[in-house]
């Protein structure tokens, strides 16, 4: 079967099921801090998932973007990507563990759907432990579906048990069903330990808070939140090896093969992942830069072009596979038509290029460079290490990997500091800062020009964080006439008022929206409105939550504004109570 098929086959299923299909989110989170890229189907429902009224309903199902950073170095093995989709359907609040279980069962078994033999399908459910019971209440409508027990696994948190991303928050046991990849038939009895049993999809059931003294309380509003990942059920139904032998990645495999007559293996697979990434991320607004998601695309985009330089590569040739990209994906996803894409890849190639011919030039002659130069290549130059291996030899290579490391660990930090929150960062603090971005942007748009447009937000308890569309440094008169604005309209204590409606009236009303973010049918809309001249002062999608009326944030204050790229200003800021 084919992703297309499947895509398609799941909205249907859900929607017989009751669910409104909502559209795939940006991978640029609109106000989440707890992550650099939205890496899960649920990011995106975060607020609703914290009992906000959705504008869609308490059913909801879409297939959304996903792109995970952990494991670029493990690129090119048989299962690692970066990129990747996820189905999803969501409760808030309405069905519980009877209706997700049989209908996740009825999805991949009926033969309407993905027909899959039940003798290949396996279970795993939460084994219980000092905070929360076993599981039984699962592990029983599994058994009524005429799951064998044989064929349950009772785990514990490790395996079976979500959340919370913070410290606080919701979670709860999760039940994980597994697909049987083997040539011979599937064992009686299910051992998870085995690789040939593949986990397929995960339904979590949030039903608990975890407190702030680390003990677990049952949650007023109980949430299931299901995924299912695209590449991997594509793969398991095709009876692949690897993700790669898919349709989501043979028409950018080819074209790669098409380019050179020394293709391999591992470098290929690395290629098609990262530019099918990078150009999911251009479109998204993401460009190349040294910091946070920018860092990342240029150093995705900088592996590609080493790995086939590796191949014989060695022209411009981004382009040529972005277009496979979009030829497999646009149906899906329109916004990879846009020709920014284009003009990005090729000025990140062409400087990365130059580049590669500065770290030439300083190995020029050499027959080794230390560890810790090769590393001073890589940091200063963005020259890679691999390709330093290949040109001479590298002395106390191990120091290079120790210098990297602490590399790492430093971003990890900073990531760890900069995107801290979770599920539990809707405190009374980022409920005020939550608002202050929209009085904030809407002083933005009165003082620069209409032309402002949110390229993306991170909200935590210490400050705002606020990229957007300009292209020149604001002056010290243009930061102050923003506070000044932002604090008059704060003073003022004007009501905050959120709104449901249909997106097309939304739209007549001139709603603002962020950049590249996709909105449903139906929609939620914050207002800030002076009661006595009827000014609007901000109008903007969004899921909240805010303050109910402007008196509440505080004094405002900008701490810093900077550029992030070409086009892109950043601003941070804060409140004082």
Known sequence: MKSHEI???YLNFFETKGHKIIPSASLVPANDPTVLFTTAGMHPLVPFLMGEPHPNGKRLANFQ????????????????????????????????????ISWSYEFLTDTKWLGIEKSNLAVTVFAGDQDAPKDEESAEIWKKLGVPESRIA?????????????????????????????????????????????????????QYNKNAEGKFEPLKQKNVDTGMG?????????????IYESDLFQHILDKIRSLTSNSEEKSERIIADHIRAATFMIADGVVPSNKDRGY???????????????????????????EAVVATYSDFYPELKDQK????????????????????????????????????????????????????????????HAEFKKHQELSRTASAGQFKGGLASHSDKNVRYHTATHLMNAALRKVLGSHVIQKGSNINEERTRFDFVHNAKLTDEEKSAVETLVNEWIEKDLP?????????????????????????????IYSIVDPNTNEIVSREYCGGPHVEHTGLIGKFKIQKEEAVSAGVRRIKA???N
């Open 154 to 206: 009772y785990l514990g948190k490790k395996d079976n048990w979500w959340g919370p991303p913070g410290q606080t928050g919701p979670c709860g046991p999760d039940t994980e069903i597994f697909y049987w990849i083997g040539s011979e038939e599937a064992p009686e009895k299910f051992d998870p330990e085995n690789k040939q049993w593949v986990e397929i999809w995960n339904n979590v059931f949030m």
């Open 341 to 400: 894409i284009s003009e990005e890849l090729l000025k990140e190639e062409e400087k990365f290029r130059k580049t590669l011919n500065t770290g030439l030039k300083m190995i020029e002659g050499k027959q080794s460079v230390s560890g810790k130069e090769a590393f001073d290549l890589f940091q200063s130059y963005g020259f890679p290490f691999e390709l330093t291996r290949e040109l001479v030899k590298i002395e106390n290579e191990e120091d290079f």
């Open 65 to 100: 973007k996903c792109l995970r950073t952990d494991d670029i170095d493990e690129v090119g093995d048989a299962t690692h990507n970066t990129f990747f989709e996820m189905l999803g359907n969501w409760s808030l609040g309405d069905y519980w563990k009877e209706e997700s």
């Open 296 to 322: 990342i695309l240029r150093r995705l985009i900088r592996r590609a072009v080493t790995y086939a330089r590796k191949m014989g590569i060695d022209r411009p040739f981004l382009n040529e596979i972005k």
């Open 230 to 242: 695209l590449e991997r059920i594509t793969t398991a139904l095709g009876g692949y090896s690897t």
């Open 574 to 576: 804060t409140i004082e």
């Open 7 to 9: 895509r398609q086959k």
């Open 496 to 524: 905050v008022q959120k709104d449901i409606m249909p997106k097309e009236e939304a739209e007549k009303l001139g709603v603002v929206g962020a950049f590249g973010e996709k909105y449903p049918d139906t929609v939620s």
